[in-house]
Nanobody, 122 residues
Framework: QVQLVESGGGLVQAGGSLRLSCAASGRTFSAMGWFRQAPGKEREFVAGIRWSFGSTRYADSVKGRFAISRDKNENTVSLQMNSLKPEDTAVYYC?????????????????WGQGTQVTVSS
């Protein structure tokens, strides 16, 4: 059974850091990503990584502040979030797909975690 389990969310002050992790079980994937959804807004792409080569892609809003990485041995993908802003507040979701392309559309991913809340206070 395929399962993605996120961890690491929480409450942090603006300018602080958090690290999210996503543990994948059941199979390995060719690309994984992080998305977020704030109240009243659509789910949006944050960052993605190709599993084999480690190439990455970021939303403009997080470039230079967030870093995505993967651990092949542990079958996990992480999102290091620095210089957090109140507008980063959202539920963050891990997503995975079988094709080796980092897609920004939610429809491109067929496996999702349950989400973890990130709240940044001003």
């Amino acid at each position: 059974q395929v399962q993605l389990v996120e961890s690491g969310g929480g409450l942090v002050q603006a300018g602080g850091s958090l690290r999210l992790s996503c543990a994948a079980s059941g199979r390995t994937f060719s690309a994984m990503g992080w998305f977020r959804q704030a109240p009243g807004k659509e789910r949006e792409f944050v960052a993605g990584i190709r599993w084999s080569f480690g190439s990455t892609r970021y939303a403009d809003s997080v470039k230079g502040r967030f870093a995505i990485s993967r651990d092949k041995n542990e079958n996990t993908v992480s999102l290091q979030m620095n210089s957090l802003k109140p507008e980063d507040t959202a539920v963050y979701y891990c997503a995975a797909r079988g094709l080796p392309v980092i897609a920004v559309d939610t429809d491109a991913y067929n496996h999702w975690g349950q989400g973890t809340q990130v709240t940044v206070s001003s």
